[in-house]
């Protein structure tokens, strides 16, 4: 199933169009939802399609696809992008206004579900980095601009990511005993291919050390020999088991 796209601000100012929405209704009871953010140039029909076929039928997935936008990092040639980047690493410039607004949509996404079902956001690759500052805002209480987070997350979920705005993270958690207790109960999966060429393993690594320093103890990071940027069945059947475990799913009959 998918619905049409909205719109909402970006850098400048400028109005963006999101793409079609493609959700994945769950096949038993509804326990969780989840969010998954595609990677860069990408649009969330190829995701719902691999997310369907997981062993989890307890989890509706709602795959977005984002605005497309002008990206430094191919000159400014317009291609779907969750914020504008410059560089695939933590050293790059953070477009904190495009990673806000990409948040804000994330949320209101799954403003509107059951007050007993477990929210969650993933992502592969740019959408791992929006998830990621989710998680963020999440903990912190509050986006960047200083609006309110408006949901409670249970689980974050990143694949051949970075972690956007580290340089600040640290200090944003620790500003409150409420920011820190939320970051050290919000489990959160990394995964990266020591292969990748795009976002590189050490990209993945030092996210993953960043998050713990900062207060995200339940940080878990998996690393896979010889995986490139993209994903693989091994790491998809990972990424099911330690949904169904931090979420307490059903376990499927048969």
């Given at each position: 199933?998918?619905?049409?796209?909205?719109?909402?601000?970006?850098?400048?100012?400028?109005?963006?169009?999101?793409?079609?929405?493609?959700?994945?209704?769950?096949?038993?009871?509804?326990?969780?939802?989840?969010?998954?953010?595609?990677?860069?140039?990408?649009?969330?029909?190829?995701?719902?399609?691999l997310l369907d076929s997981l062993p989890l039928p307890n989890i509706?997935?709602?795959?977005?696809?984002?605005?497309?936008?002008?990206?430094?990092?191919?000159?400014g040639f317009p291609c779907t992008a969750w914020f504008d980047v410059?560089?695939?690493?933590?050293?790059?410039?953070?477009?904190?206004?495009?990673?806000?607004?990409?948040?804000?949509?994330?949320?209101?996404?799954?403003?509107?579900?059951?007050?007993?079902v477990r929210l969650g956001i993933g992502g592969f690759s740019m959408?791992?980095?929006?998830?990621?500052?989710?998680?963020?805002?999440?903990?912190?209480?509050?986006?960047?601009?200083?609006?309110?987070?408006?949901?409670?997350?249970?689980?974050?979920?990143?694949?051949?990511?970075?972690?956007?705005?580290?340089?600040?993270?640290?200090?944003?958690?620790?500003?409150?005993?409420?920011?820190?207790?939320?970051?050290?109960?919000?489990?959160?999966?990394?995964?990266?291919?020591?292969?990748?060429?795009?976002?590189?393993?050490?990209?993945?690594?030092?996210?993953?050390?960043?998050?713990?320093?900062?207060?995200?103890?339940?940080?878990?990071?998996?690393?896979?020999?010889?995986?490139?940027?993209?994903?693989?069945?091994?790491?998809?059947?990972?990424?099911?088991?330690?949904?169904?475990?931090?979420?307490?799913?059903?376990?499927?009959?048969?």
């Amino acid at each position: 199933m998918s619905y049409g796209g909205s719109s909402s601000g970006g850098r400048g100012g400028r109005r963006l169009e999101y793409g079609r929405t493609y959700v994945v209704r769950p096949k038993g009871r509804h326990q969780a939802t989840i969010v998954w953010l595609h990677g860069l140039g990408d649009n969330g029909a190829s995701w719902s399609q691999l997310l369907d076929s997981l062993p989890l039928p307890n989890i509706k997935w709602i795959c977005p696809t984002a605005p497309t936008r002008p990206v430094a990092a191919f000159g400014g040639f317009p291609c779907t992008a969750w914020f504008d980047v410059e560089e695939t690493s933590l050293d790059g410039r953070d477009d904190i206004e495009g990673l806000d607004a990409s948040a804000a949509h994330v949320a209101n996404l799954l403003s509107s579900e059951p007050s007993d079902v477990r929210l969650g956001i993933g992502g592969f690759s740019m959408g791992a980095a929006a998830a990621f500052h989710s998680a963020a805002c999440y903990a912190h209480g509050r986006f960047t601009n200083g609006i309110a987070y408006p949901i409670t997350l249970s689980v974050v979920v990143g694949l051949s990511g970075w972690l956007p705005c580290s340089r600040t993270l640290r200090s944003k958690i620790e500003s409150s005993q409420t920011a820190l207790r939320r970051a050290s109960a919000l489990p959160i999966l990394l995964n990266h291919g020591r292969a990748d060429e795009v976002v590189t393993y050490r990209n993945g690594e030092r996210s993953a050390e960043i998050l713990r320093s900062s207060g995200f103890q339940y940080t878990y990071f998996k690393a896979y020999n010889g995986l490139g940027h993209y994903t693989i069945p091994e790491e998809m059947d990972d990424v099911s088991k330690w949904l169904s475990s931090r979420l307490g799913l059903d376990r499927p009959r048969g």
